[in-house]
């Protein structure tokens, strides 16, 4: 099964969030793991409903990264973490005691922010999903240290005409649930279910 049968119907219709929130998580570990099979992986998560971070770590693992790490504050969104079988802490640490290939910041926080450029490995990338609207409060780059470890980082709107194919292969192939259970479950304000 390809894209055009998951967009003509033959996948749950939940493959709609294939122009947001599912390929902002994807974009944020795909490609990655891509170049690096089975990278280690951080993601500090928490913006917003969460579902960003949540589906950036839970496809990190169905992509087979040989660990993922999931930060964050909210214990509903750790045990979604948790059921996709990813290893997760409950709070974001001044640093950790490993160093990542790639990391994901979609925390919206600014040491959440430190801590996915701090844990880089060397070639490592960050990408960023969060947005930091607060002018009075933007994060400052460690420069010199990204630059030391020939650090990549990305932040940006996703761009989901190039990349929500290949996450609809993903989700056609099996390997990465969307449903089980659902981030989007955890949003503050669920939509109503259509008649």
């Known amino acids: 099964m390809g894209s055009a049968d ?17 390929t902002d998580g994807f974009r944020a570990v795909a490609p ?6 089975a990278a280690p992986v951080l993601v500090v998560g928490g913006a917003g409903s969460g579902s960003i971070g949540l589906y ?4 990190a693992k169905a992509l087979a990264s040989e660990r993922v790490l999931y930060l964050d504050t909210d214990p509903a969104r750790r045990a979604v973490a948790k059921s996709y079988g ?9 640093r ?3 160093r990542f290939p ?18 880089l490995d060397r070639d490592g990338v960050c990408t960023c999903t969060a947005i930091y609207f607060d002018p009075a409060s933007q994060p400052r ?15 940006g709107r996703i761009h989901a005409r190039r990349d929500a194919p290949a996450l609809l292969d993903l989700l056609a192939s ?15 304000s669920p939509t109503p279910p259509m008649p």
Request: aromatic share 4%; glycine share 6%.
């Open 6 to 22: 998951i967009v003509s119907g033959h996948v749950d219709t939940a493959a709609a969030g294939a122009s947001d929130n599912l």
């Open 141 to 155: 780059l460690p420069l010199l240290a990204l630059y030391t470890m020939n650090s990549t980082f990305i932040t």
């Open 86 to 94: 990813v290893e997760t802490l409950d709070h974001i640490p001044d």
């Open 102 to 119: 790639i990391t994901v910041d979609a925390s919206g926080d600014i040491r959440g922010l430190s801590l996915a450029l701090a844990s």
């Open 32 to 37: 990655h793991l891509a170049q690096r099979p």
């Open 96 to 98: 950790l005691d490993a």
């Open 56 to 59: 950036a770590a839970a496809q």
């Open 174 to 188: 099996g390997r990465f649930d969307h449903t089980h259970p659902s981030p989007l479950a955890l949003s503050p």
